[in-house]
């Protein structure tokens, strides 16, 4: 045997097997993706070769970054016999630990994918941070896919360790061969990661080639689709733009003239969009907020908006107050929906603000100005207001006092995220009762319509047999709200108080379509007080609610929330709404929609009978306003103009 080929063998075997391994499971469940469980869908889009040679090239990519360094370093290494065995050993446990990882990701899939219609990304990773929350969930809602890992992980990586165990070689390499193999396999390494000799590395934006894009990921696999989103996340941070170029004096500008705000009522140059807000409803005494965030409602589940009966007590306070036949939240995720409602920002690529580091004080929320005005802040949560940096978020940016799970005695129900609905509201209810003649705005968070979907026994008449479903905990979320609103309005807050019932996303955003639109349309209700019953029929978004519910307290305010003031806008005038969809992002307004995709030019398309139909007319002006908004959020993060301006004095309402 020659020395190069001594040289190859000895140090190469190791990685061979590790990269076997690992494109054999890989290759084997997309195959099974595509064969089993989508094959409609990849059926119905055409690229069942595409998917599965473009994966191949993907999963080389993935093992690339895993194997580069250990190749490259087992070169200078298997001359040496002194350190040649143990560098072996380190190599395997290495090894086998990465193929562990991976194989859990790509099992994790399957429920990812039934949730989020895609596979894993930067939201899978945001969940790890939160072990307790998501270990209960797994334990109640998924014990039969951690069932599987528990089988299938140790299998795999133990006859992976047995096979590397067996490829021990002693130190016969030959230093010089190995020396002159270091460029060689340097340039072959870079080139399985890059996959290209283009200019730029190959991205997921080569398979981006559908408007399914739960498909388009299937070329990929979880481990890469997971470790793009970490870096793109970090790379992007809060100024995250992709969509196209437009001069950023230009985008503010046609931001601006979008505010339906006179000009005379913009106030200052370094935060372009701060403004005064005249209230459309003049009271002596403003009136109480309480923001009752609604977990996972979509309008599939709201009888009122033709969806299944299960909110009887929300279509009957439906026709009590002012009710959105037409809003649409701008996220899939509650953090992107506490960004619209609490801050009226608008969504982008990057994470919502409540995640991110430059927001975590000195950003505008509807609490900061309430407390500016010498109101109560709060925030009440069944579960842990760590999670998802609430908490940090609040605290930084005008939330006085916190209720999370912590706080509450003897709870009635506890699942796996937090205590149950009628526990939460309960709560509130006691702490509004106590507020006395001090204003105050309180932000209620539920969480019982969630995966795995717990609540109290013997509560409800089950919509489906099985007890742990969405039907069912939408129902129970309902009984719970509709309890509480019968203690409401008997209380000595309710003439005082404005509420706003309004969901924080859909349960399952899920589509063949680039922006399935009709998954982001939820359900919205102001009532209480003196609130006259109504119908808004025109587009809405969840960022208008912020000026529409100051409007409706009776607070003449400053601030720089770019949403509109529904109770003063012309019905005849359409409305618009964003909707981020990963990386994606529709502009809707009226029924025309404008879709973003990064590194891609826009496309445009009308929004009929719940369904995305292709323009034949291209509207230049609506994509530039579309774009502008777009580019609002990164702009204003980055020069931290959202924000109220500094040493501001307010009016105190006592």
């Not at 999370?404 to 149950?420: A, C, E, I, L």
């Not at 720089?560 to 409305?575: E, M, N, S, V």
Request: one cysteine or more; a neutral charge.
């Amino acid at each position: 045997m020659s020395n190069l080929t001594q040289t190859l063998r000895v140090s190469l075997a190791q990685h061979a097997l590790f990269a076997s391994f690992t494109l054999l499971f890989l290759s084997s469940m997309r195959a099974a993706y595509v064969f089993i469980f989508y094959a409609d869908r990849v059926q119905a889009s055409g690229d069942l070769l595409f998917i599965l040679t473009q994966g191949l090239r993907f999963d080389i990519i993935t093992i690339g970054f895993g194997a580069t360094l250990p190749i490259l370093l087992s070169l200078f290494v298997s001359p040496f016999s002194l350190i040649w065995r143990g560098w072996q050993r380190l190599q395997a446990a290495y090894y086998v630990a990465l193929l562990a990882i991976i194989i859990f990701i790509e099992l994790s899939t399957p429920s990812f994918i039934a949730q989020f219609d895609t596979r894993p990304n930067i939201l899978f990773v945001e969940y790890l941070k939160y072990p307790k929350e998501v270990f209960a969930m797994l334990i109640k809602a998924y014990l039969g896919d951690l069932v599987l890992a528990a089988i299938v992980i140790p299998l795999i990586c133990g006859a992976l360790f047995w096979a590397l165990k067996r490829s021990f070689t002693p130190a016969t390499s030959n230093l010089k061969w190995s020396l002159a193999l270091f460029p060689v396999m340097s340039f072959l390494c870079l080139l399985s990661i890059r996959s290209t000799f283009g200019h730029r590395p190959v991205n997921p934006s080569v398979v981006a080639v559908t408007s399914d894009l739960m498909i388009n990921s299937l070329a990929l696999n979880s481990t890469y689709s997971v470790m793009w989103a970490a870096y793109n996340n970090n790379t992007n941070g809060g100024n995250a733009f992709s969509y196209g170029d437009i001069d950023e004096a230009r985008a503010i500008m046609l931001v601006k003239e979008n505010m339906d705000v006179p000009a005379e009522h913009f106030t200052n140059t370094e935060i372009p969009t701060l403004h005064q807000q005249i209230a459309g409803t003049q009271r002596d005494k403003p009136l109480n907020l309480v923001i009752i965030l609604e977990e996972s409602l979509g309008a599939e589940f709201v009888g009122s908006l033709g969806g299944l009966p299960l909110t009887p007590n929300l279509d009957r306070l439906a026709q009590q107050g002012l009710w959105f036949d037409n809003l649409y939240a701008t996220g899939t995720r509650s953090v992107r929906g506490i960004e619209a409602v609490i801050t009226g920002f608008t969504p982008t690529t990057s994470r919502s603000v409540v995640k991110l580091e430059r927001s975590q004080s000195g950003f505008f929320t509807i609490a900061e100005l309430l407390k500016n005005q010498g109101y109560d802040t709060s925030f009440i949560y069944g579960g842990e207001a760590h999670f998802d940096n609430m908490s940090s978020f609040f605290m930084g940016n005008g939330f006085q006092n916190i209720t999370q799970q912590k706080d509450f005695v003897d709870p009635k129900f506890t699942g796996s995220w937090g205590v149950s609905d009628e526990d939460l509201f309960n709560m509130a209810h006691d702490q509004f009762s106590r507020a006395g003649d001090k204003p105050f705005f309180s932000l209620v968070f539920s969480s019982s319509n969630h995966t795995p979907f717990e609540y109290p026994e013997n509560t409800i008449e089950q919509y489906d047999t099985e007890k742990a479903t969405v039907n069912n905990a939408v129902k129970y979320a309902d009984h719970a709200l509709g309890v509480f609103f019968e203690k409401a309005q008997k209380s000595n807050y309710w003439d005082n108080t404005l509420f706003l019932v309004i969901a924080d996303h859909n349960s399952r955003v899920a589509g063949t379509e680039l922006v399935p639109v009709k998954r982001f349309h939820i359900p919205a209700l102001f009532l209480g007080a003196d609130i006259t019953p109504q119908r808004y029929t025109t587009v809405a978004s969840q960022i208008d609610m912020l000026p529409t519910a100051l409007s409706l307290m009776g607070i003449n305010s400053e601030h720089p929330a770019i949403g509109h003031d529904l109770t003063q806008r012309p019905t005849k005038k359409p409305g618009r709404a964003m909707m981020q969809y990963h990386e994606t992002q529709a502009y809707m307004e009226g029924d025309n929609v404008i879709i973003f995709e990064p590194n891609k030019e826009a496309q445009q398309f009308a929004y009929r009978n719940e369904a995305l139909v292709e323009r034949g007319q291209y509207d230049a002006a609506l994509k530039e306003r579309a774009l502008a908004h777009a580019k609002f959020g990164p702009i204003s993060y980055r020069d931290g103009s959202y924000r109220l301006p500094k040493q501001k004095t307010y009016r105190k309402h006592n």
